[in-house]
């Protein structure tokens, strides 16, 4: 079945400094990939998506570019801010499991000033 | 747009007892909603999908008499924990999407941690 890995947390890393979180999918056909962020206290919020091969998400600093060879949506963000801080969350919608989404285990991104 | 509310965000009840929890499309309508269940540390854990009008398909290893979800109009779905035990204290979220609505994308609560004494 579909699955998805990502690096364990937590993370903590000082301002301004480069933000790389690790995600690797295993699916059937060609799935949809998404990063969400929850931040503390709320709900989660689609972050970024990528649709097809070699596709790059971005937003919010954020990105994220879908490498079907390496089966790999790594997040990437140059120069975090304390406001990062969040637990975040890759995905996959795959087109055999209908609209169901499959989440990694989350994140937790401490950014501290 | 597209928020959906979720309530109660914590609730507090003993062994035994049934918790039902709510979870609102504000502003769109609603014609799927899913609810998860996270675990400490973990993952979110689909539980089961639910069309508006129609019974919830639940995930393999979901109790269907336990975890009662009803979705009967557009905007409005519950789960119903019924005779909670202390195994099922967790964090339970709820998402929604729409058909005017990219369907990609799902809409989530903030979730409700549930502690069952």
């Known amino acids: 079945g579909d699955s998805v890995t990502q690096m364990e947390g937590p993370v903590t890393l000082s301002e301004e400094a480069f933000l790389t979180i690790n995600c690797t999918y295993t699916a059937t056909g060609y799935p949809s990939l998404f990063w969400y962020v929850q931040y503390p206290g709320e709900g989660l919020q689609l972050l970024l998506k990528a649709t097809k091969a070699d596709d790059k998400g971005s937003n919010k600093g954020f990105e994220a570019t879908y490498r079907k060879e390496t089966t790999s949506f790594h997040l990437e963000k140059g120069s975090v801010q304390v406001s990062d801080s969040a637990v975040y969350f890759c995905a996959l919608r795959s087109g055999a499991a209908g609209n169901k989404l499959t989440f990694g285990g989350g994140t937790r991104v401490l950014v501290k000033p | 747009g597209a928020v959906v509310s979720q309530h109660p965000s914590r609730v507090i009840c003993k062994s035994g007892t049934s918790v039902k929890i709510e979870c609102r499309s504000l502003d769109f309508q609603a014609t799927t909603m899913f609810w998860y269940r996270q675990f400490p540390k973990q993952s979110l854990m689909l539980m089961a999908t639910s069309n508006e009008g129609s019974k919830a398909t639940y995930e393999q290893g979901v109790e269907k008499d336990k975890f009662l979800i009803n979705h009967a109009s557009l905007t409005l779905s519950t789960l119903t924990v019924t005779s909670a035990h202390p195994e099922d204290s967790s964090f339970y979220i709820c998402?929604?999407?729409?058909?005017?609505?990219?369907?990609?994308?799902?809409?989530f609560g903030a979730g409700t941690r549930l502690s069952v004494l």
């Open positions: 998402s929604a999407s729409g058909p005017h609505l990219s369907k990609d994308i799902q809409y």
